[in-house]
């Protein structure tokens, strides 16, 4: 009978799971968040958020992972009679996620390869374009992103086929510090540049994004609260499938309680680096480039690397890379996610290991849809849903991704997330996620009342207004 092999160390776990949580989000969304929602003011809001909400949710589906051995299908299927379904939910927006994240990974991958063509000074460099230029020539490129897609898919196959130690906790036990060292080289660089002090005031003193200029007006405090739960919740990784899956395979000895808070102040911290690093450097040498997503990561940022003389090229290699690195932990946990299910299925029923096959079959799915993405190059190519249904355009349907991120991170995560919530505070209790905390030896879980209270009256209220939030944001 082949054995269901987890995590050799909890040091191997914790980088696994704080490398999923750390993705672009933490790049292209926290940080310019943060400077047009107040600052410091949305720095605490998002912290109280995360205690109230994102720990609760990541500790519980940890445990809920744990106590099951299983993915989060099998998990929801022996816990709950009512909510037998709702790990299926968290597959489906794994998998939808996966399909955009990896055509945005083939996005970084480009990238890298375009500095390394300016730092050699040859011909696959960006000759003398401008940021703007670049992206748009890339995006509307059919044949040239959907390589670069396939490629990052392909990665993301190689190293879930590896099996959880051997594939995943690998390559994140060397990636998360490495990409730590390359923020902190970047951070120094970026804040060092005359004009950058401008960024800080952006992302940290409340009210100075709107007396500038920058955004127009200030944002009420329920757009401030809404915003940093979104955030929060895409940025933990949870209210889908994953915690609840790299939680099946950590052993009975670590403690959750210690792990779920590592994996939220690293996240949070890595937000907050990242921010130092992207948004100096945009203020002091691209001060009309955009300040959040796929914009600023490919316009600016590439416009930034120009504009910094001959040494440009090598931090544009390092932020690319450290980008690859945040990128490619997310998407290994986002199909690992998926595959899971169908490779304990196979074991439970005798079939042995069967991890490469399912990994192989799911990957081809993922790559049929990032085809889509990829070939819709962001809405550039006409062949966006709004295009198709003669709609108006909306937001969420004036590009591919923006669609499937509006099913996933508009809608079915936080419904997960709130559905979750709902079936530990009033149909199984909250009594087997303590049970499963303190199955580590000689641990009491202190902060049960805490968890209790969460569960049954904060975290709700905070996921129905993160899910009307979200829904908000996507169609109004
Ligand atoms: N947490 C990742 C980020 O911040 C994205 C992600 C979301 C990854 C959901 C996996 C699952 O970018």
């Not at 670069?148 to 590896?162: D, E, P, Q, R, S």
């Not at 730590?180 to 960024?199: K, M, N």
């Not at 090229?313 to 899971?340: D, Q, R």
Request: hydrophobic residues 55%; glycine residues 12%; charged residues 15%.
């Amino acid at each position: 009978m082949d054995e269901r092999k987890g995590f050799g160390t909890n040091f191997g776990f914790l980088m696994a799971a704080v490398g999923s949580a750390v993705g672009l989000g933490n790049i292209w969304g926290f940080p310019y968040k943060m400077g047009a929602n107040g600052g410091f003011a949305y720095l605490a809001a998002y912290l109280v958020l995360a205690a109230v909400c994102g720990f609760v949710v990541l500790l519980a589906e940890l445990a809920l992972g744990r106590k099951t051995g299983a993915g989060a299908v099998k998990a929801y299927r022996l816990v709950s009679k009512k909510l037998k379904w709702v790990g299926w939910l968290g597959v489906a927006s794994a998998f939808l996620i996966l399909s955009f994240y990896c055509a945005l990974g083939g996005y970084c991958l480009k990238y890298l390869v375009l500095n390394l063509g300016n730092v050699l000074h040859s011909g696959f460099g960006t000759n003398g374009m401008s940021g703007g230029e670049v992206f748009n020539a890339f995006v509307g490129n059919m044949g040239e992103s959907t390589l670069y897609g396939m490629i990052f898919v392909a990665i993301t196959m190689l190293i879930v086929m590896g099996g959880i130690s051997d594939g995943i906790e690998r390559v994140c036990s060397v990636g998360m510090p490495v990409l730590f060292i390359l923020l902190v080289i970047s951070i120094i660089r970026a804040v060092t540049l005359p004009g950058a002090v401008d960024g800080l005031k952006y992302m940290f003193i409340p009210g100075w994004a709107v007396a500038n200029g920058v955004i127009e007006e200030a944002p009420s405090i329920f757009s401030v609260i809404s915003a940093a739960g979104g955030q929060m919740f895409f940025s933990l990784s949870i209210g889908m499938a994953i915690m609840i899956t790299y939680g099946s395979y950590l052993d009975k000895k670590e403690n959750l309680e210690k792990n779920a808070l590592v994996i939220v102040v690293m996240d949070t911290l890595i937000a907050i680096l990242a921010g130092l690093c992207v948004i100096p450097a945009r203020f002091a040498l691209d001060p009309d480039g955009p300040l959040g997503g796929p914009g600023l990561l490919f316009i600016t940022m590439q416009n930034v690397f120009d504009r910094m003389g001959p040494i440009g090229p090598i931090f544009g290699l390092l932020f690319y890379l450290l980008v690859i690195f945040a990128a490619i932990s997310s998407s290994i946990s986002l199909l690992e996610a998926v595959v899971v299910h169908f490779v304990d299925d196979a074991r439970d029923r005798g079939l042995g290991d069967k991890r490469k096959k399912y990994t192989l079959i799911i990957a081809v799915l993922v790559a049929a849809l990032c085809v889509l993405v990829c070939v819709d190059g962001l809405g550039s190519n006409h062949i966006a849903p709004a295009d198709l249904l003669h709609l108006t355009v909306k937001g969420w349907n004036d590009c591919w991704l923006d669609f499937f991120d509006m099913l996933s991170e508009g809608v079915m995560m936080p419904l997960g997330g709130l559905l979750l919530v709902l079936m530990l505070g009033f149909e199984t209790g909250t009594d087997l996620i303590r049970d499963e905390c303190e199955a580590t030896p000689d641990h009491r879980m202190r902060i049960y009342t805490f968890f209790k209270i969460c569960v049954r009256v904060l975290t709700p209220i905070v996921m129905l207004i993160v899910l009307y939030g979200q829904i908000r944001a996507f169609f109004w």
